[in-house]
């Protein structure tokens, strides 16, 4: 069983950075597609940022410039690093993994906090 495991949320104020982390119990190039999803308080959970394995990303709008996915092959992390912060990036950051033959995988999700 695939397991993902992420770090590195934590309260920032706003325009501050943040990176977040996901190691993976299996090769991060393994899987077709990792990223990020986030879901706030009584909202439904979101993409953020995902990244295949050609290397192709995807960004939600609203991060755009802000937000920047990677892959690590050293570490074997996909991370997101986050800067100029807005209160509404606040939001349960979870790391995300799909593979054609076996699915989809989360992790138990990070909580990132924006506030001064």
């Known amino acids: 069983q695939v397991q993902l495991a992420e770090s590195g949320g934590g309260l920032v104020q706003p325009g501050g950075s943040l990176r977040l982390s996901c190691a993976a119990s299996t090769s991060i190039f393994d899987f077709n597609v990792v990223g990020w999803y986030r879901q706030a308080p009584g909202k439904q959970r979101e993409l953020v940022a995902t990244?295949?394995?050609?290397?192709?990303?995807d960004y939600k709008d609203a991060v755009k410039g802000r937000f920047t996915i990677s892959r690590s092959v050293g570490k074997n992390t996909v991370d997101l690093q986050m800067n100029s912060l807005k209160p509404e990036d606040t939001a349960v950051y979870y790391c995300?993994?799909?593979?054609?033959?076996?699915?989809?995988?989360w992790g138990q999700g990070t909580q990132v906090t924006v506030s001064s």
């Open positions: 990244v295949t394995h050609a290397a192709i990303t």
């Open positions: 995300y993994a799909h593979r054609w033959d076996q699915g989809d995988f």
